[in-house]
């Protein structure tokens, strides 16, 4: 699976982006996907999933209410709409897959997912 994450960018504190992360190699419908996040000299950690279905998400609790994951399989393709940034949501994004079987769960830890994108740099102004 290749992963190609792009949509980041330079925004004010209490603007919005919308992250895009395209797949291709297999059939992406099949997986679970997650968005991660790393600011500078931190680890990179979870922000948002969602199962195969769709029918499922999962967010961490600071931005929930203001990020939002969906997914369009015709274009194999999951979003992370983000909504009232702040300076603190800075860092590089990472969209991932889980290609393993999952049962409906969503994995927050960085090692239950097999291939990873780029990253695409989100930067929010103060």
């Known amino acids: 699976v290749q992963l190609q994450a792009y949509g980041g960018g330079l925004v004010q504190a209490g603007g919005s982006l919308r992250l895009s992360c395209v797949a291709s190699?297999?059939?992406?419908?099949?997986?679970?996907m997650g968005w991660f996040r790393q600011a500078p000299g931190k680890e990179r950690v979870f922000v948002a999933g969602i199962t195969w279905s769709g029918g499922s998400t999962r967010y961490v609790d600071s931005v929930k209410g203001r990020f939002t994951i969906s997914r369009d399989d015709a274009k194999n393709t999951v979003y992370l709409q983000m909504n009232s940034l702040n300076p603190e949501d800075t860092a590089v994004y990472y969209c991932a897959v889980h290609t393993g079987y999952s049962g409906g769960y969503i994995y927050s830890e960085r090692r239950q997912y097999d291939y990873w994108g780029q990253g695409t740099q989100v930067t929010v102004s103060s």
């Open positions: 190699g297999r059939t992406f419908s099949s997986y679970s």
